[in-house]
């Protein structure tokens, strides 16, 4: 991506300070800056960085005043951060910004396929899939048949999403991702063998829900797993079959969910949590990493951590007194050998 500093400004609708024809090709962090990069500063820690930074541009607070000379072109906004994620969309949309279907790919007759959607080599997508518009499908992706992919999806390389899958429009899905693989599921027959119970279901992702790479989202055994709109997946998640996950919940890396749990909207899960299956946890939901849930958690907007889980607030205080406890043994002795001495 190239675009000029005066450019650059009025789409983020900015005030420009210093030359307005530099050409910007890449974002950078303040420290690393240089010719041709943009940074920003919004933490004043690093603002020792701005005085000696070779970048050509750097986004800062409208109310910002430097204390020394600044080399690089400012660009002053309302919200440093809003507009720092608003330009690195921009530069990831602009990097990936190809078209065409590459002949490497193979494509069923009975799919349908949107304008301006892009597949790229050794993909195979099969039969009476539907991709809808703008959607980017990177390669050596397999796609089962009867998937349906919203508008404006953009896959990685590697993933997997298997038969009768529903992804909503504006996802994102990172390399080697697995959508509706087999839940966990055997039943002990009278020898004590384990026989497979046929996973008939699917998986169902709402609108603009991103998903890390290596993660797992198992298919139903009957009906849906379900993902709700705005959740955000991080990498190598494990979630079990019929798992209800609410609107705009978002789950750290490594956290497994059992069977048929449901989860509520605007939850926040840390990395490596468990959670045991068939529970309900409530909306607005907060639970540390490494946390073990075993049973549900039905007050909503709580805060748990500790395994098994319990209030976030009586974890800590818990804690401070579980680390106190070998002063408290050599205390108690102290008082049991004082005693003796006197009795005697």
């Not at 090709?25 to 500063?41: D, M, N, Q, R, Y």
């Not at 099969?126 to 999806?153: E, P």
């Not at 529970?279 to 639970?287: F, K, N, R, S, V």
Request: some cysteine.
């Amino acid at each position: 991506m190239k675009i000029t500093t005066g450019e650059l400004a009025r789409m983020v609708e900015g005030s420009l300070e210093g030359d307005p024809n530099v050409i910007i090709t890449h974002p950078s962090k303040i420290e690393e800056g240089g010719e041709g990069s943009i940074t920003f500063l919004a933490n004043p820690k690093y603002e020792s960085f701005l005085y000696a930074s070779r970048a050509s541009a750097v986004l800062v607070e409208k109310g910002f005043q430097p204390r020394e000379k600044v080399n690089p072109t400012l660009i002053r906004v309302e919200n440093v951060y809003l507009t720092v994620s608003k330009l690195l969309n921009a530069f990831e949309e602009n990097k990936n910004k190809y078209t065409g279907i590459d002949s490497t790919a193979k494509i069923e007759s009975s799919c349908q396929i949107g304008n301006d959607v892009s597949i790229g080599p050794f993909t195979v997508i099969s039969g009476s899939c539907v991709i809808g518009d703008h959607s980017k499908i990177h390669g050596q992706v397999f796609i089962d048949k009867d998937v349906t992919l919203g508008k404006n999806v953009l896959i990685y390389p590697g993933v997997r999403i298997y038969k009768g899958c529903v992804v909503g429009d504006n996802c994102i899905i990172h390399s080697n991702v697995v959508i509706g693989s087999d839940g966990f599921g055997f039943s002990p027959d009278a020898s004590g063998n384990y026989q497979k119970i046929a996973q008939l279901g699917h998986v169902e992702i709402g609108n603009s829900v991103e998903i890390g790479a290596n993660t797992t989202i198992d298919r139903g055994t009957m009906g849906a797993t379900r993902i709700g709109n705005g959740c955000k997946l991080d990498n190598l998640i494990q979630i079990a079959h019929n798992v209800q996950i609410g609107e705009h919940t978002v789950i750290a890396a490594q956290t497994g969910i059992a069977g048929s749990t449901k989860i509520g909207s605007f939850c926040q899960i840390g990395g490596q949590v468990g959670i045991a299956g068939h529970l309900t946890i409530a909306d607005g939901t907060q639970i540390q990493a490494q946390s073990g849930i075993a049973s549900s958690l039905e007050k909503p907007k709580g805060k748990w951590y500790g395994s098994p889980a319990i209030e976030y607030l009586a974890f800590l205080r818990s804690y401070a007194e579980f680390k106190s406890l070998p002063e408290l043994v050599k205390r108690i002795k102290a008082l049991e050998d004082k005693l003796k001495s006197n009795q005697s």
